[in-house]
């Protein structure tokens, strides 16, 4: 697979703790900051299609009942219906 080049300015910092990791794993730094980007925009992107997801629902009005946010909060040990 083709790859391009790009440049990243670490902290000095940074850059040690990844020299240390590339280190410990036998992996290249460049293959440690891929897995990272890779892995980040994975996230990123995973997040914004939910969000799409929701507000689609949300524009149909579909919404969660009152029943099922109060189970949710519940759930943390918060009652949503205390003063």
Known sequence: MA???VS?????????????LASQTG???????????????????YQIDLIRERITLADQGEFASRERV?????????????D
């Open 3 to 5: 790859a391009d080049v």
């Open 8 to 20: 990243v300015r670490l902290s000095e910092s940074d850059k040690a703790r990844l020299d240390e």
């Open 27 to 45: 992996s290249s730094r460049s293959a440690l900051v891929a897995e990272a980007v890779r892995g980040y925009l994975d996230v990123n992107q």
């Open 70 to 82: 109060k189970a949710a909060f519940a759930r943390w040990g918060v009652d949503i219906d205390a």
